[in-house]
């Protein structure tokens, strides 16, 4: 007998339910499904709340001490880990209302939040170096876009260590820089790369030329040649913002004049009156 694809699809996810006789937490629903596990909501009996529990095959030990390490806004928090009945691990986390970015970036956003919203990823990652931790695998998928305007950076599984010894692949091979898609050593500026493409992913087609000269230096194939930091990405954008030069754009002269007059517009238009009052004095 063939059974449907939406009801071999409904079996699977039953049996690969969690056995949660021997925790806390009761059954909610099924959230989603990823490379390193699948995400349930349920409620903590402890505290009546609702939480997002991920189960996965490995110890969920080395992303819940990692992730304990990480005390940010923009970074999902560990309340639990441990083994449930079945013998699969588990991390009891923060449950993120919201959309994924994917999602979000579906809806007509003003280009000033769709910057916004990016300096707030960036933010997350640059405190997630400045403590030692590089994500290695940043995503649509993995950033969730609150109903406040607030931005999670999720999926910490892959994550390491900036000391840690390198030679695994790990991530979404679409979302990789080079060196980590050959298994070579990286550092943060492998995330910088993921952010690159994340911008312009964000910008849409229709980017500013100064902007996707920030997304296309950041997502450089030789990380010699992409931004040092997430301090000096960001730092590029507030230049834009600011109407000042984009380091990574060549402006041509008349570019230079129009971002001079945006940035200026006040005081041209005092010097345009006076100019003019000067002119209608003298012809009185």
Same mark, same amino acid.
């Given at each position: 007998m063939n059974l449907p694809d939406q009801t071999l699809a409904h079996l699977?996810?039953?049996?690969?339910?969690?056995?949660?006789?021997?925790?806390?937490?009761?059954?909610?629903?099924?959230?989603?499904?990823?490379?390193?596990? $699948?995400?349930?909501?349920?409620?903590?009996?402890?505290?009546?709340?609702?939480?997002?529990?991920?189960?996965?095959? $490995?110890?969920?030990?080395?992303?819940?001490?990692?992730?304990?390490?990480?005390?940010?806004?923009?970074?999902?928090? #560990?309340?639990?880990?441990g083994t449930l009945?079945?013998?699969?691990?588990?991390? $009891?986390?923060?449950? #993120?209302?919201?959309?994924?970015?994917?999602?979000?970036?579906?809806?007509?956003?003003?280009?000033?939040?769709?910057?916004?919203?990016?300096?707030?990823?960036?933010?997350?990652? $640059?405190?997630?170096?400045?403590?030692?931790?590089?994500?290695?695998?940043?995503?649509?998928?993995?950033?969730?876009?609150?109903?406040?305007?607030?931005?999670?950076?999720?999926?910490?599984?892959?994550?390491?260590?900036k000391e840690t010894e390198t030679g695994n692949i790990a991530g979404t091979p679409k979302w990789m820089a080079p060196e980590q898609a050959a298994g070579g050593a990286v550092d943060p500026r492998t995330d910088i790369f993921a952010l690159g493409l994340l911008l312009s992913e964000i910008l849409g087609c229709s980017a500013p030329k100064p902007l996707a000269a920030i997304a296309n230096k950041a997502s450089s194939a030789e990380p010699e040649q992409r931004?040092?930091? #997430?301090?000096?990405?960001?730092?590029?954008l507030r230049r834009y913002q600011d109407r000042l030069r984009v380091f990574a754009y060549r402006e041509s002269l008349g570019e230079k004049a129009v971002r001079f007059a945006a940035r200026n517009s006040v005081l041209l238009l005092l010097l345009a009156t006076y100019v003019a009052v000067r002119i209608l004095l003298f012809f009185l």
């Open positions: 699977r996810e039953v049996v690969a339910q969690p056995d949660l006789s021997n925790t806390p937490y009761e059954m909610v629903d099924f959230i989603g499904r990823g490379g390193m596990g $699948a995400v349930y909501r349920v409620r903590d009996t402890r505290l009546d709340r609702h939480v997002a529990l991920k189960v996965i095959d $490995a110890s969920p030990l080395a992303e819940a001490r990692l992730l304990a390490q990480l005390e940010h806004p923009g970074i999902v928090p #560990v309340y639990d880990a009945a079945d013998g699969r691990s588990y991390c $009891a986390m923060r449950l #993120v209302d919201g959309v994924r970015l994917d999602v979000f970036l579906l809806d007509e956003h003003t280009l000033s939040e769709r910057l916004s919203l990016f300096e707030k990823i960036c933010e997350a990652v $640059a405190f997630a170096h400045n403590c030692g931790v590089i994500h290695r695998d940043l995503k649509p998928q993995n950033v969730m876009v609150g109903a406040f305007g607030e931005v999670v950076v999720l999926d910490w599984g892959v994550a390491m260590w931004y040092a930091s #997430v301090e000096l990405l960001l730092a590029e």
